[in-house]
């Protein structure tokens, strides 16, 4: 079994900041790749940003300059700070992580339950 949770979602003004955070738990041995994805209200899921296990960082287009992707390898989480905040990044958030499970040693894909951001003034 492995779980991911996300917190730090809310409303906040644009131009304001939020830090997302994402913390993975259950039968986990190693974890690859960990990103954040959102999906906006009537637009399909998107990935934001993602991280490789050493620090290999991606971003979409539309985030970059804005959002940071860091990661706790020791306590199997992911963050997500961003700043700038515009009325178009308002959508709910997913942590995602490609997991190699114990003691199956299998390999696979998560994902959290999302939270919601929403960038109103």
């Known amino acids: 079994q492995v779980q991911l949770e996300e917190s730090g979602g809310g409303l906040v003004q644009p131009g304001g900041s939020l830090r997302l955070s994402c913390a993975a738990s259950?039968?986990?041995?190693?974890?690859?790749?960990m990103g954040w994805y959102r999906q906006a209200p009537g637009k399909e899921r998107e990935l934001v940003a993602s991280i490789t296990k050493g620090g290999v960082t991606n971003y979409a287009d539309s985030v970059k300059g804005r959002f940071t992707i860091s990661r706790d390898n020791a306590n199997n989480k992911v963050y997500l700070q961003m700043t700038s905040l515009k009325p178009e990044d308002t959508a709910v958030y997913y942590c995602?992580?490609?997991?190699?499970?114990?003691?199956?040693?299998?390999?696979?894909?998560?994902w959290g339950q999302g939270t919601r951001v929403t960038v109103s003034s």
């Open positions: 995602n992580a490609d997991v190699l499970r114990t003691p199956t040693l299998m390999r696979g894909d998560y």
């Open positions: 259950g039968s986990i041995l190693n974890i690859y790749t």
